[in-house]
């Protein structure tokens, strides 16, 4: 089944520790992109790339870093700058055309203990 | 920069009812225009997508939406409403000058029996 994952489910973070979500997908999609989802905001951008081993940063980069080294994967990590990151967190792909669709993962659920 | 906004936060609406949802864009040129759907915990999926041509589009799960560029709105509706309706909606505009997404606060739809 060609789709987009991600994992895990859900995560925990403890304060002054950086975390890295996964995000894989095998739909040959060139483009990849982060986003956080709060309640009542929709989502907002964090992070993209539209080819390996470059990325540009979205509306609310501030305290993540993302890597693309394979097409295939590209993982996010919330570093201890980012000091509110409970969230719903939703990475997608898409081939490059402006009006192609994004597909997007299941998510992982972001939690600070 | 593009923009979206879904006026409606909630929306109740009795099984067997008809459904619109309000959806305005702000853009410049001819947008690209997207419906997603989000069950609770999950990712999105894409209801529905306008880019050129008809201004009526129909998308899955007897959804239609309408492009109206005098209005500069992209409001979904549906004749009849399931209970299995019951999610988030979310409306999305993307332009011409990247593969970016911009993404409206959404509404959520409440289906009574």
């Known amino acids: 089944d060609g789709g987009i994952t991600q994992s895990p489910k859900y995560l925990f973070r403890k304060e002054g520790q950086n975390v890295t979500l996964s995000c894989e997908q095998n739909?040959?999609?060139?483009?990849m992109y982060w986003y956080r989802q709060d309640p009542g905001q929709g989502l907002r951008l964090i992070y993209y790339?539209?080819?390996?081993?470059?990325?540009q940063k979205g509306d609310i980069a501030e305290g993540y870093s993302v890597s693309r080294e394979k097409k295939e994967s590209f993982p996010l990590t919330v570093t201890s700058a980012q000091k509110n990151p409970t969230a719903f967190y939703l990475c997608a792909s898409s081939r490059l055309a402006r009006q192609e669709t994004q597909y997007f993962g299941p998510g992982t659920r972001l939690l600070v203990l | 920069a593009q923009s979206v906004t879904q006026p409606d936060i909630h929306i109740t609406v009795s099984e067997g009812a008809s459904l619109e949802l309000r959806c305005n864009y702000s853009y410049g040129a001819t947008p690209y225009l997207f419906w997603y759907v989000q069950s609770p915990g999950q990712g999105l999926q894409l209801l529905l997508k306008?880019?050129?041509?008809?201004?009526l589009v129909q998308g899955i799960k007897g959804f239609e939406a309408e492009f109206k560029r005098s209005q500069s709105s992209f409001n979904l509706r549906k004749p009849s409403v399931h209970w299995s309706d019951a999610a988030e909606y979310f409306c999305a505009v993307g332009g011409d000058n990247d593969y970016k997404l911009s993404f409206g606060a959404g509404t959520t739809v409440t289906v009574r029996a």
């Open positions: 306008y880019f050129s041509g008809d201004t």
């Open positions: 790339s539209q080819i390996v081993n470059d990325f």
């Open positions: 739909l040959n999609h060139d483009a």
